[in-house]
C-alpha cells in the first residue's frame, strides 16, 4: 500500500524555521514528481513547492519562493521542505504529494503554526 507521512510540523515565531519531512512507503518514489501543499486555516489549498523525479528540478509559488527549499532523498525515499523566514501567511496544515504542482492530501499531514 502506497503511503505519505509527514512529519516535522509545530509552533514557530514569525522569521523562525522549521523543515517538514515525508515517508514515502510502499511505491517507487524515485519515479515520481513529489510536491509539497497546504491547507490555510480560512480553507483552501495551495500548491507551495514540487521536485521533479527525472533531474530534480525544483519549483516554488511565488509567495515562498527564496525562503523554502524542498529536497528528496531517493536512497531514503524521503522529501523535506526547508522552510525559513516564516510568515504567518504561512500557517497551515502541510502534506507532500506524489504529483507535480498540486495533488490531494492522503494522510494527516503535519501543521504548521506560525505565531508569536
Known amino acids: 500500500e502506497a503511503q505519505l507521512v509527514e512529519s516535522g510540523g509545530g509552533l514557530v515565531q514569525p522569521g523562525g524555521s522549521l523543515t517538514l519531512s515525508c515517508a514515502a512507503s510502499g511505491f517507487a518514489f524515485s519515479n515520481y514528481d513529489m510536491s509539497w501543499v497546504r491547507h490555510p486555516p480560512g480553507g483552501g489549498r495551495e500548491w507551495v513547492a514540487s521536485v521533479r523525479s527525472s533531474d530534480s528540478g525544483t519549483y516554488y509559488t511565488a509567495s515562498v519562493r527564496g525562503r523554502f527549499t524542498i529536497a528528496r532523498d531517493n536512497a531514503k525515499n524521503t522529501l523535506t521542505l526547508q522552510m525559513k523566514g516564516l510568515k504567518s501567511e504561512d500557517t497551515g496544515l502541510y502534506c507532500c504529494?506524489?504529483?507535480?504542482?498540486?495533488?490531494?492530501?492522503w494522510g494527516q499531514g503535519t501543521r504548521v503554526l506560525v505565531s508569536s
Open positions: 504529494t506524489r504529483e507535480a504542482f498540486g495533488g490531494a492530501c
